[in-house]
């Protein structure tokens, strides 16, 4: 809701509890079908009754605390350069250690900061003498061209998709340009147990300073 650059958002959910959460505290809500295999095809089921919106921003419920001007940014993009079709965004591990983890999805780019490949592999493999790799770990938040986000579910998933079990990749195999704003720092994702005990804890920690 801090994002300028919308003109509405819209809770995308199965789940009557998050419905009702989101209700609260007075969201627009959209109950989808339960049958969707991702958050891709929940956004897409919404944004094809929305015929109004030529951009669709997929603000994923793991990424909590990502950055309003992040999501500006990502609008921006789409509308400055027609050429680009879905725009996400990426930035450095603060510890290249993490990069390992498979839980961390890490993205390379090219010289015009479009993706060449996602995975949850190291990548690029730091294979030379130098060990001094800029590993980026993607975030996830995409915005999409209303038209390429509804061809994007009606294709079927691709090899490279299913081997990383990344849905991103099925763009990459069908030829679509996906731009990455890569930013300085990032927002913490939520991809264990473990990841949402630490948010819990951190958002608790900022209301009690909140209030006091």
Not at 57 to 80: A, C, F, H, M, Y
């Amino acid at each position: 809701m801090q994002a300028r650059k919308l003109d509405s958002v819209i809770i995308a959910t199965d789940d009557m509890r998050i419905g009702e959460a989101a209700f609260d505290w007075g969201a627009e809500v959209a109950l989808t079908s339960p049958k969707h295999h991702s958050g891709t095809d929940r956004v897409a089921e919404v944004a094809k009754k929305a015929k109004e919106f030529a951009y669709v921003i997929n603000i994923q419920g793991d990424e909590p605390l990502v950055d309003p001007r992040l999501i500006d940014k990502v609008v921006e993009k789409l509308r400055s350069d027609r050429k680009i079709e879905i725009v996400t965004a990426a930035h450095p591990f603060a510890n290249a250690s993490e990069a390992s983890s498979p839980h961390q999805n890490k993205v390379v780019i090219d010289c015009d900061s479009n993706a060449l490949y996602f995975s949850r592999a190291v990548i690029p493999y730091p294979g030379g003498r130098s060990a001094d790799v800029n590993y980026l770990r993607h975030q996830g938040i995409y915005g999409f061209r209303r038209e390429i986000l509804l061809q994007f579910v009606k294709w079927k998933p691709t090899p490279l998709e299913r081997a990383e079990s990344l849905e991103q990749l099925r763009a990459l195999e069908n030829g679509v340009k996906m731009h990455v704003l890569v930013t300085a720092k990032g927002s913490p994702g939520v991809d264990t147990p473990q990841d949402a005990d630490a948010l819990e804890q951190r958002l608790v920690r900022a209301k009690r300073r909140v209030v006091s």
